[in-house]
């Protein structure tokens, strides 16, 4: 572990003490647990307070568990994941918050930070992850009548529906996904010295 990340974890264990239900170095990366409960309390204090002052939120990211660790995984299925960056301080924090199964939410940080207005947009779009306080929660990266979250583990990879433009009809229609399975053999050809047969000596 680096002398920074040594330091870093010696100031979030002093400051928030038995809140951190875990706190650990990964990659090079210091990382937090916290409950879902204390989420604005503790991300308010880490931009904050001065000895650590996370101003920036670098990304927002959520996460299915489901079949982490090829079924492995016996804790909470969804979790919200914040990266932070302290530009003070030259360090990195990245934050994870689990949730309910059934109907996963979490506060929205955007009072904290603007960026994550995106973020959480996205995390809902495609995990169906509630950020309640958030100012405009709605799809972002798929069609207004998608149904389901496509990153779940759960969704299909070919989807519920296809979607293309009739020309008849002049307008986007949605019909049930139609695929043909067919067998792709792909065929590789090298024109390289290192594939030749050498005929030296012959």
Not at 19 to 31: D, I, M, N, Q, Y
Not at 69 to 78: Q, T, V
Not at 84 to 90: E, F, G, K, W
Request: proline share 4%.
């Amino acid at each position: 572990m680096s002398t920074s990340n040594e330091k870093l974890v010696e100031r979030l264990n002093n400051r928030f003490g038995d809140r951190l239900k875990r706190c650990s170095v990964a990659a090079g990366e210091v990382t937090i647990e916290i409950e879902r409960g204390q989420l604005l309390e503790i991300c308010t204090t880490l931009r904050d307070d001065t000895g650590l002052h996370f101003e920036q939120l670098i990304d927002l990211c959520g996460v299915d568990y489901s079949e982490y660790g090829e079924g492995a995984w016996r804790g909470p299925r969804f979790a919200v994941v914040y990266h932070l960056l302290s530009i003070r301080n030259n360090c990195r924090l990245r934050l994870r918050v689990f949730t309910a199964d059934d109907e996963p939410r979490v506060d929205s940080v955007v009072g904290i930070w603007n960026g994550a207005n995106w973020f959480e947009r996205e995390a809902f779009d495609l995990f169906g992850i509630l950020f309640d306080g958030h100012p405009d929660l709605r799809r972002l990266l798929t069609d207004y009548g998608f149904i389901g979250h496509p990153f779940r583990k759960d969704f299909p990879l070919l989807g519920h529906v296809e979607m293309r433009y009739d020309p008849e009809r002049r307008r986007v229609v949605y019909e049930p996904v139609e695929t043909e399975m067919r067998m792709i053999v792909p065929r590789v050809i090298r024109h390289d010295n290192r594939y030749e047969v050498s005929t030296k000596g012959e």
